[in-house]
Each structure stands twice: as structure tokens, then as C-alpha cells.
């Protein structure tokens, strides 16, 4: 099993930024990805970003230029800086872990973003 932990979020104003964090535990060895999804209310979960064991990143159209994801393997830990935020980015970001074919998911961190 694979624990995660995301932390970071909160009430910002457009225009400012916030780190996520995403802390993972447990039978971490062979992940080959991580990244975030994030989900608005009354919205369907979508992605936010991904990164490979290889360091390689997609971002989804709607955050590019905006967001940075990036690993610390010694720390197992994957952040998400979200800056430029604009109220639309207000959801829950759930952090998630790719395994052997199977994907894990953390409870999630909510981002309020105000106008």
C-alpha cells in the first residue's frame, strides 16, 4: 500500500500563490509517477499535472505557465506550485501515485481562491 498526505492549501487572494505538498509513505519503491488532480464542486475530477520516476512533466492546458510540479525523491515528497491563481482554480487537489498498474490517492487539500 501507498499513503499519501497532501498539505498547503488554503484561502488566497487571485493573483497569489500557494505550495502543495504531497508526502508518500509505505511500499513507495516503484512508482512511476505522481501528480494531482484537482476537482470543483459540482465538476468532475480533472488532472492538474504529473511527473514520471524519469522527471518528465505534463501539465494540463488550463495551468500551464502557471504551475510548477516538481519530486524530491529524497524526501519522497511531490510539490505543486500553483502561482497566478485565479478564483476558477478553486477546488480540492488531490495528490495521486501510480503503482504496478495501479493508481493511489491522497484525501485532498482544498484551494479557495478569492476574486
Known amino acids: 500500500q501507498v499513503q499519501l498526505v497532501e498539505s498547503g492549501g488554503g484561502l488566497v487572494q487571485a493573483g497569489g500563490s500557494l505550495r502543495l505538498s504531497c508526502a508518500a509513505s509505505g511500499r513507495i519503491s516503484s512508482i512511476y509517477s505522481m501528480g494531482w488532480y484537482r476537482q470543483a464542486p459540482g465538476k468532475q475530477r480533472e488532472l492538474v499535472a504529473t511527473?514520471?520516476?524519469?522527471?518528465?512533466?505534463i501539465y494540463a492546458d488550463s495551468v500551464k505557465g502557471r504551475f510548477t510540479i516538481s519530486a524530491d525523491n529524497f524526501k519522497n515528497t511531490v510539490y505543486l506550485q500553483v502561482d497566478s491563481l485565479k478564483p476558477e482554480d478553486t477546488s480540492v487537489y488531490y495528490c495521486?501515485?501510480?503503482?504496478?498498474?495501479?493508481?493511489?490517492w491522497g484525501k485532498g487539500t482544498l484551494v479557495t481562491v478569492s476574486s
Open positions: 495521486t501515485a501510480s503503482k504496478w498498474g495501479m493508481d493511489y
Open positions: 511527473i514520471t520516476s524519469g522527471g518528465s512533466p
